[in-house]
């Protein structure tokens, strides 16, 4: 399976500001997913993101407040832009192997 | 609505028993299915998967999958205290990818 990092770990931002999550694979996947996990919740999917195409938006999800970049068959970003404290949670990537998927280690973002 | 239901627990069981986790899903087409532990603060790990009906055994786990009855299962033998964790059921329903997750079940298994 890839192995996947995420950067930042973690992070504390306040209202209003943007936080940029990075995901690196090590290995060139043609899919990769964004996540967010609530505590205490399951995952729910936000967008799936393929190399030289828009990303697919889920339903409660839009582009202007979750823009994600696909640059490159290793590389995702995601911004969560203009946040609020209900955007308090764990971000997680995700790439898809035959038809499972492997994850990054997600990256927990707290909103004051 | 595509669903994946599990039951939330938690589920507790003495050490060394057999812990019996269940998963059903709505799509009958489905071909996939997948079983991802998580722990506390840490991201999902994929544990077994199976494709067909019947048993597919790794070790101290087995996954069951029953697609008449539409409903999947994971059996952890011999349970350790270090199988505590949330064990989440994923279902791949069609060609896209996507997986679609049930809520998870609490396990806690008793020293």
């Known amino acids: 399976s890839a192995v996947i990092s995420q950067k930042p770990s973690r992070d504390i931002c306040q209202r209003g500001t943007s936080l940029t999550i990075q995901c690196q694979v090590d290995?060139?996947?043609?899919?990769m997913f964004w996540y967010r996990q609530q505590p205490g919740q399951s995952l729910t999917l936000i967008a799936t993101?393929?190399?030289?195409?828009?990303?697919?938006?889920e339903s409660g999800f839009v582009i202007d407040k979750f823009p994600i970049s696909r640059p490159n068959l290793t590389f995702s970003t995601l911004t969560v832009s203009n946040m609020s404290p209900e955007d308090s949670s764990i971000y997680l990537c995700?790439?898809?192997?035959?038809?499972?998927?492997?994850f990054g280690p997600g990256t927990r973002l707290t909103v004051t | 609505q595509k669903e994946v239901e599990q039951n939330s627990g938690p589920l507790s069981v003495p050490e060394g028993a057999i812990a019996s986790l269940n998963c059903t899903y709505s799509d009958r087409g489905s071909q996939s299915f997948f079983w991802y532990r998580q722990y506390s603060g840490k991201s999902p790990e994929l544990i077994m998967f199976i494709y067909s009906n019947g048993d597919k055994e790794d070790g101290r786990f087995t996954a069951q999958l029953n697609k008449a009855s539409q409903y999947v299962s994971l059996l952890i033998r011999d349970s350790q205290p270090s199988d505590s964790a949330t064990y989440l059921c994923?279902?791949?329903?069609?060609?896209?990818?996507?997986?679609?997750w049930g809520a998870g079940t609490k396990l806690i298994i008793k020293p």
């Open positions: 994923a279902v791949n329903m069609d060609s896209n990818y996507q997986l679609i």
């Open positions: 993101a393929n190399q030289g195409s828009e990303a697919t938006y």
């Open positions: 995700s790439v898809a192997g035959t038809y499972e998927q492997y």
């Open positions: 290995s060139q996947v043609t899919m």
